[in-house]
């Protein structure tokens, strides 16, 4: 079924939301379809601050235990969160188009266990057998810049007004007023 106008410009029922979901004053949620691979049983299992813009390729994809909140102000240009335990962004952020942002890998590291879940996710199998998942919290810092298309992943704090270039892969912390850039990501400025 193809979406109707209003649910691709903002001008849909947001009673549609899951109620876990808490939306500021006066904020932009552009396309309803951005909540498709929501599934968190938290209570609240996102939380988006006031006067915030969602503009329509952003996708929240948060796990059952997951958590994610969107500080005031934040412009999410088409950022897809992967969210597994917490993802943290503070007030007047602004993640652009193409970003990945994700506190885990969704899968194990190790060859044998990541064989393991294979089996657990195929179709027959037992999801309650899958191995442990790593998972580490993200943290982006008040008026923090992420550019097109980077990836920030778990266990990374971003410090307040830091600028992510384009295409940088974060693997580690960047300190509040740095700019960082390439794969990976190395301070420039």
């Not at 939301?17 to 691979?37: I, K, T």
């Not at 899968?107 to 037992?126: F, I, Q, T």
């Not at 442990?132 to 550019?147: F, M």
């Amino acid at each position: 079924m193809s979406p109707t106008v209003a649910e691709l410009t903002g001008a849909w029922d947001r009673a549609r939301l899951p109620a876990n979901v808490r939306v500021g004053r006066d904020c932009l949620l552009e396309r309803v379809g951005s909540f498709d691979r929501f599934r968190s049983t938290r209570d609240p299992g996102l939380v988006i601050g006031d006067r915030c813009a969602v503009y329509a390729w952003t996708t929240f994809n948060v796990e059952p235990d997951g958590q994610l909140l969107v500080g005031d102000d934040c412009v999410l240009v088409g950022a897809v969160f992967m969210c597994a335990e917490r993802i943290e962004l503070g007030r007047g952020v602004v993640v652009s188009y193409g970003v990945t942002i994700a506190d885990s890998d969704f899968h194990p590291v190790d060859p044998d266990a990541r064989r393991l879940d294979a089996l657990a996710n195929a179709p027959g199998g037992d999801r309650r057998s899958r191995p442990l998942i790593e998972s580490r919290p993200v943290r982006i810092g008040d008026g923090a810049w992420v550019g097109i298309g980077a990836i920030v992943l778990k266990g990374v704090a971003i410090g307040e007004g830091a600028r992510i270039g384009a295409g940088a892969v974060v693997t580690r912390d960047v300190p509040a007023g740095a700019v960082v850039e390439g794969n990976p990501a190395r301070v420039v400025g």
